[in-house]
């Protein structure tokens, strides 16, 4: 279920819709980009997969694709490789924080939460009460260690359950007839 939250950025924009400079050209433009870059990389990936030499990954203990980078790239093929993966989870953090403390500021500023959340630094508009309460949620769920695994699998499977049913009545909504 884990693997789902890959797919799940695309549900935080509208989270940070308000901070965008020029939505209008801006979002369209960055969901372009964003969706091509990663289908290159998807089919160059493959490419590389289906075209490389073939690895026994079944012989070892080590991740396949670092496997097979060192053994396509040589010694730097693991450090690119890492590389790529600390890049891909920094930028997952990073949208997932940037996201969540805005949702958090915009809940309590409309009355949702408490107040306190949406208190800003002056200087630069950051929500950081948001940012200090994310930041306990997520210590809270590392030192839970395997018992959060089930909060967040729950988590996961309600927000797909929920994107269908939105799905499903967005879909119904624009066969039937406007009132």
Not at 38 to 50: D, E, K, P, Q
Not at 73 to 102: E, K, M, P, Q
Not at 159 to 166: D, G, I, P
Request: glycine residues 6%.
């Amino acid at each position: 279920m884990l693997s789902t939250w890959a797919y799940g950025g695309w549900s935080f924009l509208s989270w940070v819709t308000e901070e965008i400079i020029n939505p209008d050209r801006n979002i369209p433009l960055s969901l372009f980009i964003g969706i091509s870059i990663v289908c290159v990389v998807y089919i160059l990936f493959n490419f590389a997969i289906f075209c490389g030499p073939f690895i026994p990954h079944q012989m070892s203990d080590s991740p396949f694709i670092l496997l097979y980078a060192k053994t396509a790239w040589g010694g730097w093929g693991w450090f690119f490789a890492t590389f790529c993966i600390l890049t891909a989870t920094y930028g997952a953090v990073s949208s997932n924080t940037i996201s969540t403390t805005r949702f958090y500021h915009a809940c309590a500023r409309d009355g949702h939460l408490p107040r306190a959340l949406s208190l800003c630094l002056p200087s630069r508009s950051t929500p950081i009460v948001a940012i200090i309460f994310n930041l306990i949620c997520t210590s809270i769920y590392i030192i839970a260690g395997k018992h959060a695994t089930v909060v967040v699998d729950t988590v996961m499977y309600a927000q797909w359950v929920f994107f269908v049913l939105v799905f499903v009545d967005c879909s119904s909504s624009a066969t039937s007839d406007p009132i």
